[in-house]
């Protein structure tokens, strides 16, 4: 039981902590996890599990949707919101399902897109350092000049 609440407590200061292309991260996983844990019940004939499940994956993907940004996102966020609109209607349409097909659809688009926004979070990453790196790089170089007129 003591085990529980640091492990909680490890979760809650991870989030917490987390940027925003982290947290987004982790929703992906939360939604990929969800998603197979759905799976793995309906095959196990279980089906408030499934229900449960398909539900936080649900909810996760209409959170995706709700927080694009279509002024700024233009093209991209409209094609990303016709994806998750689509994930929604295969979600709903696994309720009924006990073939899995629809779940293995939106578990395989929300893995390639964890796998898209991941790649961009380290791109993003390798450019701040870059910017971080030239920036340091021309204040060292400023360094000697003002020393130069201070003393002279």
Not at 51 to 58: A, G, V
């Amino acid at each position: 039981m003591m085990m529980n609440a640091y492990m909680n407590q490890y979760q809650t200061n991870q989030i917490f902590t987390a940027s925003q292309e982290q947290i987004l991260i982790m929703l992906y996983d939360g939604a990929i996890r969800f998603c197979r844990q759905a799976l793995v019940a309906s095959d196990a004939g279980n089906v408030t599990m499934k229900l449960e499940r398909i539900s936080k994956t649900f909810a996760i993907i209409t959170e995706f949707s709700n927080s694009l940004n279509h002024e700024i996102g233009g093209d991209i966020a409209a094609d990303l919101d016709g994806l998750y609109h689509f994930m929604l209607r295969e979600l709903n349409s696994a309720r009924k399902d006990t073939t899995g097909d629809h779940l293995r659809n939106v578990e395989r688009l929300l893995v390639d897109l964890r796998q898209t926004w991941g790649e961009a979070v380290e791109i993003n990453k390798k450019d701040q350092g870059m910017a971080l790196k030239h920036q340091e790089v021309e204040q060292d170089a400023q360094v000697p000049v003002k020393r130069l007129s201070a003393a002279g």
